[in-house]
């Protein structure tokens, strides 16, 4: 059983209570429902959530993934039903039509915010370098959360969006979470990314562990991916690094050994699924940081809080030794398939000589 797995398995009888309360207050305001029912209806919901990410730990299938699906866009849907019920009994003696008007919006943002999670925006930015012997362009993407969720149609939409930038850009570069870990990942799940017409390097981000590191690994190496995991490799001038996700049991490279990488005739740059120790790798000589991992927050309101957890939640950051550290908002989306307030994106940085 995965990390997810466990973590979902904990979870799922507080969500059932949540569940529980809050349908309770929900038909309050329409047709009070008896206990025993509300409790029948949470015990589907837990079900719901719980089964089909069992079952799709053993094989995938396509009924466990659109049950998945529904289970995950419900779970956002409750979320925001439960600000609406917050609100309407916290104000009092709103009008009928108000609240309908309330509890309406949650489908119509919730259409909106599918159709935001699943179209993929290219993003541009420029990056001005002392170190840059010419010109490069850089796909920087992260978080593409293969899995029952978002499964292969959004690995041929990643190959169609390289496929397309093919002639403009040099190296496509993935910082992490390539898979999600509600899914098995077989050794040809990645295969429709081999026809891809330029370079593309990943490094493992936390949920790549989950399915089994090595499965996704294998899938990348299949498909003609770099995988970069505590190495190096230079192309265009370039000298990429790939840093290791660590779960803490995982032993990271030290400071001298991270030194040791930098190469002083090129334009170093550090692939790091989490946008932390930014400050230390600039000191260290890396002209360039590639995170992702935030999301964003992927939605509202967790976009705003986010911001504030997150030091650097997303976009791209310069500091006074002019090093530079981009943090995408990713391609796909964790658990629930929506964004509100966030893209999915891609973003070409435009490496140009200072």
Not at 73 to 79: H, T, V
Not at 252 to 272: G, Q, W
Not at 325 to 330: A, Q
Request: net charge negative; aromatic share 12%.
């Amino acid at each position: 059983m995965s990390f997810r797995t466990r973590r979902v398995t904990f979870m799922t009888p507080f969500y059932m209570l949540f569940e529980f309360f809050l349908l309770k207050f929900l038909f309050m305001l329409f047709y009070p429902l008896d206990d025993w029912t509300l409790l029948l209806i949470t015990v589907l919901i837990g079900i719901l959530n719980i089964a089909p990410m069992l079952l799709e730990e053993k094989k995938t299938r396509f009924i466990t993934r659109l049950l998945t699906e529904i289970s995950a866009i419900w779970m956002w849907a409750s979320l925001m039903f439960f600000i609406d019920i917050v609100i309407i009994y916290l104000i009092g003696n709103l009008s009928q039509s108000v609240i309908y008007i309330m509890l309406l919006a949650v489908p119509l943002i919730g259409i909106y915010a599918y159709y935001k999670a699943h179209k993929l925006v290219i993003k541009q930015k420029e990056v001005k370098l002392d170190s840059l012997e010419k010109d490069v362009n850089i796909v920087h993407l992260s978080d593409v959360h293969f899995g029952a969720v978002r499964y292969k149609k959004i690995i041929n939409q990643l190959k169609d969006t390289l496929n397309y930038l093919s002639d403009t850009c040099d190296v496509a570069i993935i910082s992490g979470d390539l898979a999600d870990g509600s899914s098995l990942v077989a050794p040809d799940d990645f295969m429709p990314l081999k026809d891809v017409k330029m370079p593309i390097i990943f490094t493992p981000g936390n949920h790549d562990y989950y399915p089994g590191i090595d499965n996704v690994i294998n899938a990348c190496r299949n498909a003609g991916i770099i995988v970069l995991d505590n190495e190096s490799v230079e192309i265009n001038g370039l000298n990429i690094y790939g840093l290791t996700y660590s779960f803490g049991d995982i032993e990271m490279p030290s400071a001298d050994e991270l030194r040791s990488e930098i190469k002083e005739d090129k334009t170093n740059i550090i692939v790091y699924h989490v946008p932390y120790a930014w400050d230390v790798h600039s000191k260290i000589g890396f002209d360039i940081q590639l995170s992702g991992h935030t999301h964003g927050g992927q939605f509202y309101p967790v976009t705003w809080m986010s911001d504030r957890m997150f030091e650097y939640n997303r976009g791209l950051f310069k500091d006074n030794l002019n090093h530079y550290l981009n943090v995408t908002t990713g391609v796909g989306s964790m658990d629930q398939p929506l964004r509100w307030g966030t893209d999915s994106e891609v973003v070409v940085l435009k490496l140009k000589k200072n």
